[in-house]
């Protein structure tokens, strides 16, 4: 079974920088697209941004110029990069497979204060 471990949240005032990681098990993210999700307190899980396998990127427009995802398959991991943040990107963190989702990981908790 696939096994997905966030890493990298933490406490950062706003404007400050994040970079979160993602490792996945066995090759699973180098041959799948894979994304960055969030869910806030009472919120809906939503996407952030995804990555295909040839590199490109989509973003969701609330972090678009802030956010960059990227990965390395040496490593299969998979990273998201978070700039300028708000308070309103506080939220667990979780990456998966893009729509055709696997088991979620525990996440990884991002709290930015204003």
């Known amino acids: 079974q696939v096994q997905l471990v966030e890493s990298g949240g933490g406490l950062v005032q706003a404007g400050g920088s994040l970079r979160l990681s993602c490792a996945a098990s066995?090759?699973?993210?180098?041959?799948?697209?894979m994304a960055w999700y969030r869910q806030a307190p009472g919120k809906q899980r939503e996407f952030v941004a995804r990555?295909?396998?040839?590199?490109?990127?989509n973003y969701a427009d609330s972090v678009k110029g802030r956010f960059t995802i990227s990965r390395d398959d040496a490593r299969n991991t998979v990273y998201l990069q978070m700039n300028s943040l708000k308070p309103e990107d506080t939220a667990g963190y979780y990456c998966?497979?893009?729509?055709?989702?696997?088991?979620w990981g525990q996440g990884t908790q991002v709290t930015v204060s204003s």
């Open positions: 998966n497979r893009f729509i055709k989702n696997v088991p």
């Open positions: 066995g090759s699973f993210s180098r041959f799948n697209v």
């Open positions: 990555i295909d396998t040839a590199g490109i990127t």
